[in-house]
């Protein structure tokens, strides 16, 4: 079976690969291109450029692309029947008498298509009828010789592990979030001279940016590229009635991810707001420092700009005293780095170094690129609503989803990187379990360290004293 090259290697810098397509008439049955590059066409015609038959298959950049704009158009089910209908109408499997030589030269070929939509896009294969239509297939083309049966099988056994480790990591999420409980209710039974802080689970910096780079990397691999699409999936405008996938938009492990985030970001600031002493407070926010520029230093930015932001809130941010006993010359550098002005210039400018020393990269230390995510996601999102799916003649507008799949197989690279830092689990566990400070629980932590200085902060104080510790 054909190797798949890398995804790093599918897109040049114009966005997609410029060599796919031999010289053609600009319309070519129900395909537009231009100059060689594919720019539009109709959906049934993106179809079957989709299929492979005796003389082609489709280039693998074509593949990812299609694969991942067609869920704009049709569900992914939908798109697999259409699939298998035209591999058996093209290629007769269904008729007794076939030639075995044409059947041993397109077999390969629909084999490696459902190789490559399985290895990339598995989560499409939680649809029973996805996996229904995949498995009558690949049984049509394991029953001609003995070599297919056995790539069937571990095509099949494969997409079946992917799917099992993706349950069992949703299951583990699903517990963490179960016994997740606010830091406030935990300081009322337990006395805090009793409690554990960050610095005393983990005292040295390097180590905690490592670890922190584990869970990104480990919640990373498991979003799936479609997610980002199904994400802004609306209405197709030839078809108001479908919703073109809306109804299972399934993009639970993005969103886990962006939880993180949010979580890491109330660690901090809980981290900083639970201490009762100044020296302590000021002892954390140096930590925390010290941890966002070896995030920075790794290539860990979406870590980076959660610490950035634990220590941005109000809670944190008003604590003057404690600042004040801070050296923030580094913490200024790092702002600088994630500064959001001109559309976070200096910020693209380090990934562009980060993802130059990725490809030229000799291990899996120098390979770790982890973007800031929500930007990312912003990214994508502009580029969707910045371009119509549909152009005024009905065509699709392959043109905008060569760009999107250019954003998405970049990430794709991303998440493939292995972790190269050794695994500490009780720094893990305190990361993703220890609990955290509400929004009110950290603006009374704050209160209490360093008093309200206006009347506002004053009646906020005195409710939530009342509200959260029941006295005044």
């Known amino acids: 079976m054909p190797q798949t090259p890398p995804f790093a290697a599918m897109f040049d810098s114009s966005g997609y690969n410029r060599n796919l397509y031999q010289s053609k008439e600009d319309n070519c049955g129900g395909l537009c291109y231009h100059d060689n590059n594919l720019l539009s066409g109709s959906l049934e015609a993106l179809i079957q450029h989709l299929v492979p038959n005796v003389d082609y298959y489709p280039d693998r950049t074509y593949i990812f692309t299609f694969l991942l704009s067609s869920r704009l158009f049709m569900h992914p089910y939908e798109l697999m029947a259409k699939v298998c209908h035209l591999c058996i109408e093209q290629q007769r499997l269904s008729e007794p008498g076939l030639d075995k030589n044409w059947t041993q030269k397109i077999a390969p070929k629909i084999l490696q298509l459902l190789t490559e939509w399985t290895e990339t896009f598995p989560y499409d294969f939680r649809d029973e009828r996805m996996m229904r239509n995949l498995k009558e297939l690949a049984q049509r083309i394991a029953s001609g010789d003995e070599m297919y049966r056995k790539n069937v099988q571990q095509l099949l056994q494969n997409l079946i592990r992917k799917l099992a480790a993706v349950s069992q990591y949703e299951e583990v999420l699903a517990k963490i979030d179960a016994t997740s409980t606010d830091r406030l209710t935990v300081l009322k039974t337990k006395p805090q001279s009793i409690q554990r802080d960050i610095i005393t689970v983990c005292n040295d910096p390097y180590v905690l940016a490592q670890q922190l780079t584990h869970i990104e990397l480990e919640r990373l691999n498991y979003i799936g590229p ?38 890491l970001s109330y660690l901090v600031a809980t981290e900083i707001c639970m201490h009762v002493k100044k020296k302590h407070r000021a002892r954390v ?188």
């Not at 609306?234 to 886990?256: F, H, I, M, V």
């Open 285 to 472: 926010i140096e930590y925390f420092i010290d941890v966002a520029r070896e995030c920075f230093n790794i290539g860990n930015f979406n870590s980076l700009m959660a610490i950035i932001s634990g220590m941005n809130m109000s809670p944190v941010s008003r604590l003057k005293k404690t600042w004040a006993k801070v050296k923030t010359a580094k913490f200024d550098i790092l702002e600088h780095q994630m500064d959001p002005s001109s559309n976070f210039y200096n910020y693209r400018t380090a990934l562009r170094g980060a993802t130059q020393r990725s490809l030229t990269a000799h291990s899996n230390r120098e390979k770790i690129v982890i973007p800031f995510f929500s930007l990312l996601i912003k990214d994508i999102y502009f580029l969707n609503e910045g371009c119509a799916n549909r152009l005024p003649n009905g065509h699709v507008n392959f043109e905008k989803f060569w760009e999107l799949a250019k954003q998405v197989s970049e990430f794709m690279t991303w998440k493939q990187v292995e972790c190269p830092f050794e695994r500490d689990w009780k720094i893990l566990q305190y990361l993703l379990t220890v609990p955290v400070f509400s929004d009110d629980a950290l603006y009374l932590a704050s209160y209490e360290s360093e008093s309200p200085e206006n009347h506002i902060e004053k009646d906020r104080w005195k409710t939530l004293r009342s509200a959260l510790l029941g006295r005044v």
């Open 226 to 263: 479609e997610e980002f699409i199904q994400a802004f999936v609306q209405k197709d405008p030839l078809n108001n009635d479908k919703s073109c996938y809306g109804d299972q938009k399934k993009t639970r492990n993005l969103e886990a991810y962006v939880e993180w985030f949010n979580r």
